[in-house]
């Protein structure tokens, strides 16, 4: 049961260039999606959200867009720094589902200095 | 910055023990949660909790499994008697409003049954 899927496991890139990382899901009731970004030894931690009502959002270095019609969200980290190498999740809400988030497996980026 | 706080780090135990896996969460917060995530796998949904009660369950969270907030700053997990599936990096986690909402995890406690 794989409703939030991020396909890819790792992601390699320069440090300076852009990082893209990919999630689709499947389940049309999600209207709510995080990101969030884990180091070893510690709890994922908050990076950035975009509701369904946008298809954009910005924080500094990191963009998020979403596409509702392909169910398909991305993340977008320029520049990248070797810092930014970490674990990332994918996670959706749904709903009248306020409480519970459904994480995808997650994808490794590794930024080169 | 606030943080979730979680004990132990570790904790291995038999197959068939109970287990009790502790949380501290954000002071003002009003919602708490666990997540575990299993070696290899994707972070899964167990539980959430308001106001002294269960707000949502998984499939996961069957009778061996319970959560208590028996004071004002702790939250725990209870398993009854472990199984070896039941190994994995457990996550307790807080907000201050529902899930769509920002949530705090904490480091993790890693259990494993032998």
């Known amino acids: 049961d794989q409703q939030v899927k991020q396909n890819s496991p790792s992601l390699s890139v320069q440090e300076g260039r852009i990082s893209i990382l990919n999630c689709d899901y499947t389940?049309?009731?999600?209207?709510?999606f995080l990101w969030y970004k884990k180091y070893p030894a510690e709890g994922p931690t908050f990076l950035i959200s975009?509701?369904?009502?946008?298809d954009k959002n910005e924080d500094g270095r990191f963009t998020v867009f979403l596409n509702k019609s392909a169910k398909h969200l991305s993340l977008h980290i320029v520049p990248s720094q070797p810092g930014d190498s970490a674990v990332y999740f994918c996670?959706?809400?749904?709903?009248?589902?306020?409480?519970?988030?459904?994480f995808g497996k997650g994808t490794l980026l590794t930024v080169n200095p | 910055e606030p943080e979730v706080t979680q004990t132990p780090s570790h904790q291995v135990t038999q197959m068939g023990q109970e287990v009790i896996l502790r949380c501290v969460p954000i002071?003002?917060?009003?919602?708490f949660y666990w997540y575990r995530q299993i070696l290899g796998q994707k972070v899964e949904f167990l539980v959430s909790?308001?106001?002294?009660?269960?707000?949502?369950k998984s499939e996961i969270f069957d009778d061996q499994f319970s959560v208590e907030r028996p004071d004002g700053s702790n939250f725990t997990l209870k398993i009854r008697s472990t199984k070896l599936e039941d190994s994995a990096m457990y996550f307790c986690?807080?907000?201050?409003?529902?899930?769509?909402?920002?949530?705090?995890f904490g480091s993790g406690t890693q259990l494993s049954v032998l």
């Open positions: 986690a807080s907000s201050e409003r529902a899930a769509n909402e920002k949530l705090f």
């Open positions: 389940n049309s009731m999600f209207d709510y």
């Open positions: 996670a959706a809400s749904a709903r009248g589902s306020n409480y519970k988030l459904t």
């Open positions: 975009i509701s369904s009502i946008k």
């Open positions: 909790f308001y106001n002294n009660e269960i707000s949502e």
């Open positions: 002071s003002n917060h009003l919602y």
